[in-house]
Structures are given as structure tokens and as C-alpha cells.
């Protein structure tokens, strides 16, 4: 058995003295991890980075052992964000994130290419925020729970959308939800009008937002990982500061 596809490394744990154990999300194959034997040691200290894009050649004597990777880096995305604490943490979530609520080897192609237009967009401060929390709304979608924004869950009307409905993750306009507020998930503008930018504090509400169904309906009521926690408190901090 084996096959050549493309991958974003998401993790890598040390096996034995010199190999490692790396879970990709792979174009065509989904989470799919492998054995690279001599991985841990100098020469490939920098490929096996979380975000990490690879040409990766898997093999195995048979489809449901572990196998063993040959990987070639294609682009080194962490060592681009070394200076950018933000978006280096929005990287490490996103990577946890698909590692732990992707079903392993089922494939994902639009979780895959939702990833990789996230990491692309940590070059421009302006628009990552937004790719980043419509990715994660997008792997909610990817798990069978879509949030639905088209208009009021109560009225019908389209305009002054203000709240998610904790219940249905259904939108709900500021009159008619006004007596349940206390109850209500806030709704960021910049969700539901691509014009508007996304702040900080947009980007903190967002992702309470996405985190609440995530942990809800993709992890079963268990916690989140440690590394999107993470991001999230950097964010928390930064307001704080400002």
C-alpha cells in the first residue's frame, strides 16, 4: 500500500531515539499519521512543524497498519510567524483543532483547503482574523452542524441580527431577542457583512461563539484543546492591554 499526496503537518511526537510519529491533514486521505524514521533528527528539526506544508509519500503493507512517511517540504509557514505571537497561537489552534475533532483517515477536502487559505492569510493582519473564525465555523459545518445566519429564527426579517440562539444555532434580530439577551450568544457584525472589519474584541466574541457549538457538538461536551485555549487568552490579554 501506498500513495503521494499533500499535507499540513499537525503534529509530530517522538518515537524510539530518532523518529517521529506525524499526523497530517492530507488533500485526499484526511488525518492520516506515520512513522518518519530519523525525523527528530538535525537535518528535518524544521519540516515536521505544525502548519507546515509537505509532499508526503505514505506506505504500509497494509491499509490499516501505521506506515511510514517520506515527506518534502513544500512551505515553511511556522517559521514565518516566529515574530508574530498572534497568529503563530491562531496557527497552533487550528492545528489542534483539526487534529482532535477530524475523524482519522476520512477525508475532509474542504477542512484541507479551508486550512490552507488560512495559513495563507497570516500575511495580512486585516483579513486573517476573519478566515480563521469562518474556517472553524466551517469545520462546525464539515462535523454536521452549520450555523445558520440568513435571518431571524423568530421573525424571518434579514437586518439587525444581533444573536445565536444557544439551542438552534440560528440567528435572532435585536427586538426579538431582546427578552432572552441574558441567554443569548452574541453575533459579530463582520459574520454576516463581509465589509466590516474584524477587531479584536469581534474576534474574542467570535470565538466564544464558534468555541461553544465546537465543544458542544464536535467534542461532546469536552474541552477544547489546550492550544485554542491559548489562543484565545492571547487575545483576551490584548484587550485587556488596549
Same mark, same amino acid.
Given at each position: ?54 509532499? /508526503? ?18 512551505? /515553511? ?12 497561537? /491562531? ?23 479551508? #486550512? ?22 466551517? #469545520? ?30 440560528? /440567528? ?30 469581534? #474576534? ?9 457549538? #465546537? ?28
Amino acid at each position: 500500500m501506498d500513495w503521494i499526496d499533500r499535507g499540513i503537518v499537525l503534529t509530530a511526537r517522538k518515537h524510539g531515539e530518532s523518529s517521529l510519529i506525524v499526523s497530517l491533514l492530507t488533500e485526499h486521505h484526511g488525518r492520516h499519521a506515520g512513522l518518519v524514521r530519523g525525523g527528530a533528527g538535525r537535518r528535518n528539526r524544521g519540516v515536521y512543524q505544525p502548519g507546515n506544508l509537505v509532499n /508526503a509519500q505514505w506506505r504500509a503493507r497494509l491499509a490499516e497498519h501505521l506506515g511510514t512517511y517520506t515527506c518534502e517540504l513544500l512551505e /515553511a509557514k511556522t517559521a514565518a510567524l516566529l515574530d508574530s505571537p498572534l497568529e503563530l497561537a /491562531a496557527l497552533q489552534s487550528a492545528s489542534a483543532m483539526t487534529e482532535t475533532a477530524l475523524p482519522e483517515r476520512e477525508n475532509h477536502p474542504n477542512i484541507f483547503n479551508g #486550512l490552507l487559505i488560512v495559513l495563507e492569510s497570516f500575511h495580512d493582519q486585516k483579513i486573517w482574523p476573519t478566515v480563521y473564525v469562518k474556517w472553524e465555523l466551517g #469545520l462546525l459545518k464539515e462535523l454536521g452542524f452549520g450555523l445558520d445566519v440568513s435571518c431571524c429564527a423568530a421573525t424571518g426579517q434579514t437586518d439587525d441580527l444581533i444573536y445565536i440562539s444557544p439551542k438552534t444555532g440560528r /440567528a435572532v434580530s435585536r427586538q426579538a431577542g431582546e427578552p432572552y439577551r441574558d441567554k443569548m450568544l452574541s453575533l459579530p457584525e463582520f459574520l454576516i457583512n463581509p465589509e466590516v472589519p474584524c477587531g479584536l474584541p469581534d #474576534l474574542y466574541n467570535a470565538l466564544k461563539l464558534s468555541g461553544y457549538f #465546537l465543544e458542544r457538538h464536535a467534542f461532546g461536551g469536552a474541552s477544547l484543546p489546550p492550544a485554542r485555549t491559548r489562543f484565545v487568552d492571547r487575545i483576551r490579554q490584548r484587550i485587556k492591554v488596549s
